[in-house]
C-alpha cells in the first residue's frame, strides 16, 4: 500500500524558514517523480515544485523560485522542501503527492494527508 | 502559464443525479487533463487522468472526455460520498496549473 506521510509544518514568522519532509512506503521510491501541491485557505489546488525519480530534475512554480528547494533522498525514501523567505501568501496545506513515472509532468496518482504551514508574527 | 477555468464553480444535485463539470483551457492541452475529488481535511484523490481514463479503484460512474481546450466530467447517478470538490489539472506545459475547483453540494 503506498502511503505518504507529511510532517514538518508549523509556524513561523515571515521572512523565516521551515523544512518539510514527506515520508514514502509502499512503492519502490527512486523509480517515481513526486511533486508537492499547497492549499492555501479557502483556495484551491496550487503546484508548487516537482523533482524526477533520481533528483535530477527539479521544476517550480514562479511564486516559489529562488526561495523553495526540493531534493529527495531515495536511500531513505524521503522528501525535503526546504523553505526559506517565507512570506504570509505561503500559508497552506502542503501536499506530497507521487506521480506514475520517473520523468516528471504527469499527474498525481497518490497524495498524502498534508502538513500545514502558517507563516505569521 | 495554462489557464484551467471550471464550470459551474458550485452545483447544487441531489443523490441519484446526473452531475456534469467542465473545465476549459486557455489554449489546446490535447487530451493531458486529469481530475481530481478533494473532501475537507482528506487527501486529494486522483479520479481520471488523460482525459478519460479511470484511475485504479474509481467506480464506473465516473466518466471524463474532451480535447484541446474543452473537457468535461460526468457522474452518472451521484451517490452521498461524491459531494466534494473537484479540480482539473493540466500536463501539457510547465508550469502545471489546477483549475478554481468546482464544489458539487447536496440539493
Known amino acids: 500500500e503506498v502511503q505518504l506521510l507529511e510532517s514538518g509544518g508549523g509556524l513561523v514568522q515571515p521572512g523565516g524558514s521551515l523544512r518539510l519532509s514527506c515520508a514514502a512506503s509502499g512503492f519502490t521510491f527512486s523509480s517515481y517523480a513526486m511533486t508537492w501541491v499547497r492549499q492555501a485557505p479557502g483556495k484551491g489546488l496550487e503546484w508548487v515544485s516537482s523533482?524526477?525519480?533520481?533528483?535530477?530534475?527539479?521544476y517550480y512554480a514562479d511564486s516559489v523560485k529562488g526561495r523553495f528547494t526540493f531534493s529527495r533522498d531515495n536511500s531513505k525514501n524521503t522528501l525535503y522542501l526546504q523553505m526559506n523567505s517565507l512570506r504570509a501568501e505561503d500559508r497552506a496545506v502542503y501536499y506530497c503527492a507521487k506521480e506514475p513515472y520517473e520523468t516528471t509532468g504527469y499527474f498525481y496518482d497518490y497524495w498524502g494527508q498534508g502538513t500545514l504551514v502558517t507563516v505569521s508574527s | 502559464e495554462i489557464v484551467l477555468t471550471q464550470s459551474p464553480a458550485t452545483l447544487s444535485l441531489s443523490p441519484g443525479e446526473r452531475a456534469t463539470l467542465s473545465c476549459w483551457a486557455s489554449q489546446s492541452i490535447s487530451y493531458y487533463l486529469a481530475w481530481y475529488q478533494h473532501k475537507p481535511g482528506q487527501a486529494p484523490r486522483l479520479l481520471i487522468y488523460d482525459a478519460s481514463i479511470r484511475a485504479t479503484g474509481i467506480p464506473a460512474r465516473f466518466s471524463g472526455s474532451g480535447s484541446g481546450t474543452d473537457f468535461t466530467l460526468t457522474i452518472s447517478s451521484l451517490e452521498p460520498e461524491d459531494f466534494a470538490v473537484y479540480y482539473c489539472q493540466q500536463r501539457s506545459n510547465w508550469p502545471i496549473t489546477f483549475g478554481q475547483g468546482t464544489r458539487l453540494e447536496i440539493k
Open positions: 523533482i524526477s525519480g533520481s533528483g535530477d530534475s527539479t
